[in-house]
């Protein structure tokens, strides 16, 4: 107190335009820091804005400060602001890994109403397979297929089956909250992330009344936030024609994805083909995964149902022959 009088009593005397009744009535004035120059106050309100920048982006206190003081504390800009940053890097880490084998990563299997996709992402490592960003980049891909398989305009009559490859399918929309492609959402994983990754391929599936598509996923883990999507190593769509809707038309299907994923035919084949021989990679005549006394086509007779195609998809197929090549 006794500082702040002599401080007062100096200001008089040197300026003589207050007197000091009005200056000790004078409220202090509001600080404006956020927008008073390029660096970031340590307020409470502006420590408030950080966490929640850093919570919904997820980049690190070092960034989300940067951003914030280049953007004057504009939360939304701020946001747009480390995105952009995040591209930029991403981009540029993906020249300099691209070359880099990608053997690992993940299978996604998403379904929804009559469409099913199948998607492949790989990475270098097993280890950033099983990271939460990777599997959400997986997750992403499956969604932004199912977008694409559902805008298309088919009258269907019968099943309809399609595949994406690689550059198909980075050139796909993101998806409603993303911004930019598929392969955008590529270049940020991999700068985050620190490894050479490819958007391998996908496969879809859309069928009519009558049809059904059995799946499996081999080492199979639920997606992380979105409930229907499920991630693994191994996966397989098993079309089926059915006369009439099965209550077991579920566990059929997922018997039927065990026995291509394991077995893995290369034709489906018809119920007369003798078991052996070019018979072996024919689906209907390679013995049974789960019964090898029978033929598949044993058991699929009396189930009521006909398996007309499939997909199989296997993480990292081709990339070991390709490399002896």
Request: aromatic fraction near 8%; charged fraction near 20%.
């Amino acid at each position: 107190l006794k500082k702040k009088f002599y401080g007062i009593f100096f200001l008089l005397f040197e300026t003589g335009s207050h007197s000091a009744g009005s200056l000790l009535r004078q409220s202090p004035q509001p600080r404006h820091t956020l927008h008073a120059g390029p660096r970031l106050s340590a307020s409470a309100s502006s420590k408030e804005l950080l966490m929640k920048l850093r919570r919904n982006t997820g980049y690190s206190f070092v960034n989300c400060k940067k951003a914030l003081e280049s953007c004057g504390g504009d939360l939304k800009q701020a946001e747009i602001w480390l995105h952009k940053q995040a591209q930029k890097e991403g981009w540029s880490k993906a020249a300099k890994l691209q070359g880099r084998k990608t053997k690992e990563g993940l299978i996604g299997l998403l379904q929804e109403g009559n469409t099913t996709v199948l998607v492949e992402v790989n990475c270098e490592t097993d280890f950033v397979s099983r990271n939460l960003k990777f599997q959400q980049l997986v997750q992403q891909v499956a969604l932004g297929t199912m977008m694409y398989c559902q805008s298309l305009k088919d009258q269907l009559s019968t099943y309809s089956k399609g595949f994406l490859n690689s550059s198909e399918l980075s050139g796909l929309p993101a998806g409603p909250d993303r911004d930019g492609s598929l392969k955008d959402q590529l270049a940020l994983a991999i700068g985050k992330l620190g490894e050479n990754m490819t958007l391998k391929r996908a496969a879809w599936v859309k069928v009519p009344s009558g049809f059904y598509v059995g799946s499996y996923v081999h080492g199979a883990m639920q997606s992380p936030s979105l409930h229907n999507l499920v991630l693994g190593k191994y996966g397989a769509l098993v079309i089926c024609e059915t006369s009439e809707q099965k209550t077991n038309l579920e566990d059929i299907g997922r018997r039927l994805g065990q026995h291509v994923v394991g077995m893995a035919p290369l034709s489906v084949g018809s119920l007369d083909d003798e078991p052996g021989g070019e018979a072996e990679t024919k689906m209907l005549s390679q013995p049974y995964l789960l019964d090898p006394s029978i033929t598949l086509g044993q058991y699929v007779q009396p189930q009521g149902v006909s398996v007309v195609d499939f997909v199989r998809f296997e993480c990292g197929e081709g990339e070991e022959a390709a490399e002896t090549e």
